[in-house]
């Protein structure tokens, strides 16, 4: 019998991606955002993300559902004497899974993908109005340490 607690890590299907949509649109940044109306983009886009050997869209599935993901990218770079980095992004527990655990499982799974994968070095983003978060991050070893910008294309 698998522990009700266990989670597994698993690379994301299309199958996934309404779940995957619904956990980003379902907090105060993505509310505003996205839209479960028209899966069309999302599904381009995991098209994209699936054939690229840099990239592995993953999901976290307890009792056959999906209650977690992230997006971890591999970029090759010339800076730290010719490193490669991995970069989190799109971390999400869904409600129901939040406070057990599954977020540090997530991105323990992250850090070692990196390592396995040759990385020097992780790192990721979080917006500024996520306090929690940054906290989260810290207690994993996570340093504060840049200023990150973004310009809108739209």
């Not at 840099?54 to 999901?59: P, R, S, T, W």
Request: hydrophobic share 40%; net charge negative.
């Amino acid at each position: 019998m698998t522990d009700q607690l266990t989670a597994v890590i698993r690379r994301a299907t299309a199958a996934d991606v309404a779940g995957i949509v619904a956990m980003i649109a379902d907090d105060q940044l993505g509310a505003n955002r996205e839209s479960l109306d028209d899966l069309t983009p999302y599904l381009r886009a995991f098209e994209s993300i699936d054939t690229d050997p840099n990239q592995a869209l993953v999901v976290a599935e307890r009792n056959d559902k999906v209650i977690g993901t992230l997006q971890l990218t591999i970029i090759p770079g010339l800076s730290r004497r010719g490193s490669t980095r991995g970069l989190i992004e799109a971390v999400r527990v869904a409600a129901s899974a939040r406070g057990s655990g599954l977020g540090t499982t997530l991105i323990e799974w992250a850090i070692e993908e990196s390592r396995a994968r040759g990385c020097a070095l992780v790192q990721l983003t979080s917006d500024k109005t996520r306090t929690d978060a940054h906290r989260f991050y810290e207690r994993l070893g996570f340093t504060n340490s840049h200023e990150g910008f973004k310009l809108g294309l739209s």
